[in-house]
Nanobody
Framework: QVQLKESGGGLVQAGGSLRLSCTAS????????IGWFRQAPGKEREFVAG???????????DFVKGRFTISREANEGAKTTVSLAMDSLAFEDTGVYYC???????????WGQGTQVVVAS
């Protein structure tokens, strides 16, 4: 079982930036993709971005293209870190952001506990 741990959430003014990180550890074999989803209050969880295991393939929801960038950091031992750089944040980006892992570009097999992002308008 892979363990996913998010960090980097917080409160930011509209137009500002945040950088989220997800550290994957444990049995990462079979987690070909790591992704980010988000869930706003009263809404369903939605896909934000995904990245392939080798860091070459990146995938984005239309509403974040040009504003968010997903990247894979260099490995430290058995851990893999994926970052989500978020720029030009808007109130609508408020929500709990979840890291996920699995076998497809919008992975849903494993989940982290989430990190809260609040964008003040």
């Amino acid at each position: 079982q892979v363990q996913l741990k998010e960090s980097g959430g917080g409160l930011v003014q509209a137009g500002g930036s945040l950088r989220l990180s997800c550290t994957a550890s444990g049995r990462t074999f079979g987690t070909n993709f790591i992704g980010w989803f988000r869930q706003a209050p009263g809404k369903e969880r939605e896909f934000v971005a995904g990245i392939s295991r080798d860091g070459v393939g990146t995938y984005y929801a239309d509403f974040v293209k040009g504003r968010f960038t997903i990247s894979r950091e260099a490995n430290e031992g058995a851990k893999t870190t994926v970052s989500l750089a978020m720029d030009s944040l808007a109130f609508e980006d408020t929500g709990v952001y979840y890291c996920s892992a699995g076998l497809d570009p919008r992975p849903t097999s494993s989940w982290g506990q989430g990190t809260q992002v609040v964008v003040a308008s």
